[in-house]
Antibody
């Protein structure tokens, strides 16, 4: 059974940093591309970042480029999102999602990041 | 960025009746490899999103066959043949052909 479990969310001040983790199980993690998607409370979905499974190439939404870094540790079956220079508008639930013919055949339960002074 | 729109934004449906959600993109979603990377997601209240359809018309594992995806170019449709109570939630389309991937604003399905 595929499981994705996010952690690391919390409250942080503007300009601060946070590192999200996503623990994966039930599939061949090192072969899989993985995404981060976020959802501001009561709002729609926004794709944030992708790390490809085959070559590890990364891509980012313009809204986070230069501030967020996606990475994965295949030895720990874990995906990460390092978030720096956080802004109030980064407040959202952050979901990790597996890639299979595109974003999201499986999603985690999400972790809430609140950026507030 | 490719702009994705959905209509209607709110969809009241009677149990057992069909429902249809439209998704339109500002550019053709036919990829250079011939595939159309248009997906549909369901988000039930208080839950994470769940993918229903990928590459235009392929149902994900475990998705009931009352859900179907169709369309071409810039015009796409998610159809539910007979709405059940568990279908209540918000439905999003996602284009994955052009970078960055972009979601539609969502369609809220409720039972009349």
């Amino acid at each position: 059974e595929v499981q994705l479990v996010e952690s690391g969310g919390g409250v942080v001040q503007p300009g601060g940093s946070l590192r999200l983790s996503c623990a994966a199980s039930g599939f061949t993690f090192h072969d899989s591309g993985m995404h981060w998607v976020r959802q501001a409370p009561g709002k729609g979905l926004e794709w944030v970042s992708l790390i490809k499974g085959d070559d590890g190439r990364t891509s980012y939404a313009d809204s986070v480029k230069g501030r967020f870094t996606i990475s994965k540790d295949n030895s720990k079956n874990s995906l990460y999102l390092q978030m720096n220079s956080l802004r109030i508008e980064d407040t959202a639930f952050y979901y990790c999602a597996k890639d299979f013919y595109g974003l999201g055949d499986f999603w985690g339960q999400g972790t809430l990041v609140t950026v507030s002074s | 960025d490719v702009v994705v729109t959905q209509s209607p934004l709110s969809l009241p449906v009677t149990l057992g009746q069909p429902a249809s959600i439209s998704c339109r993109s500002s550019q053709s979603l036919v990829s250079s490899d011939g595939n159309t990377y248009l997906s549909w997601f369901q988000q039930r209240p208080g839950h994470s999103p769940r993918r229903l359809i990928y590459k235009l018309s392929n149902r994900d594992s475990g998705v009931p066959d009352r859900f179907s995806g169709s369309g071409s170019g810039t015009d796409f449709t998610l159809k539910i043949s007979r709405v059940e109570a568990e279908d209540v939630g918000v439905y999003y389309c996602l284009q994955g052909t052009h970078w960055p991937q972009t979601f539609g604003p969502g369609t809220k399905l409720e039972i009349k």
